[in-house]
């Protein structure tokens, strides 16, 4: 059973993120105070440096966290869907990717901006969801040969080519709006992939 002072510190903690998350997509992160994020957030500045060291401590746990909610949402939306072959596998987990950054545009301003793989790495082994979708590129490949470097460069490889393509398509509708450079998109990811 929780103490009412530990639900306490995480609504304190919940509100810190959603007040940052607001601020950081409408504001920008250098425009973007730790006094503002603690006033939004209806706490006092001293109490946001009891759970973040600064803001882009808290950034990177924003960032983190929501990549993984669209990876996880997206790998949860194919596992439902239950493709036949690893072609469809990957070309639907993709296009869910697509679907919820496009849904959501603010997360991927953010997300884009601000996403490292380094970030993403090391939150494989501290989330459970984030490791699912490891695991997904090893299902594929499973039998192919490939050592587990390997088949990490490939995931990098299309979440990095997937989150670029889809910021400038979505945010910016360049080099055109997603829906026309999306063929293209899965079908290189699959080439490459190959």
């Given amino acids: 059973m929780t103490s009412k002072v530990e639900k306490n510190k995480r609504e304190k903690e919940l509100s810190l993120y959603e007040a940052a998350y607001e601020l950081f997509v409408n504001k920008g992160v250098h425009s973007t105070s730790i006094s503002a994020i603690a006033k939004k957030a209806g706490v006092g500045k001293g109490t946001f440096y ?15 966290r929501k990549s993984t909610e669209v990876l996880q949402r997206a790998h949860d939306a194919m596992i439902l869907r239950t493709p036949k072959t690893q072609k469809e ?19 991927l301003k953010l997300i884009h ?16 969801d984030l490791s699912a979708v490891q695991r997904l590129f090893y299902r594929i490949y499973d039998g192919e040969g490939l050592s587990e470097k390997e088949i990490t460069y490939r995931l990098y490889l299309v979440i990095e080519l997937t989150g670029a393509v889809a910021y400038n398509a979505i945010i910016h509708q360049e080099p055109s709006p997603l829906e026309d450079i999306k063929p293209l998109l899965l079908e290189s990811i699959w080439k490459m992939m190959e």
Avoid: C, G, H
Wanted: no cysteine; glycine share 0%.
């Fill in 50 to 64: 009891l759970y973040f060291q600064d803001k882009y401590d808290l950034l990177e746990r924003i960032v983190i």
């Fill in 89 to 107: 596998e990957m070309t639907f987990f993709i296009d869910e990717i697509l679907l919820e950054l496009n849904r959501e545009p603010l997360i």
């Fill in 113 to 128: 901006k601000n996403l490292s793989w380094a970030l993403l790495k090391e939150a494989v082994y501290d989330y459970d």
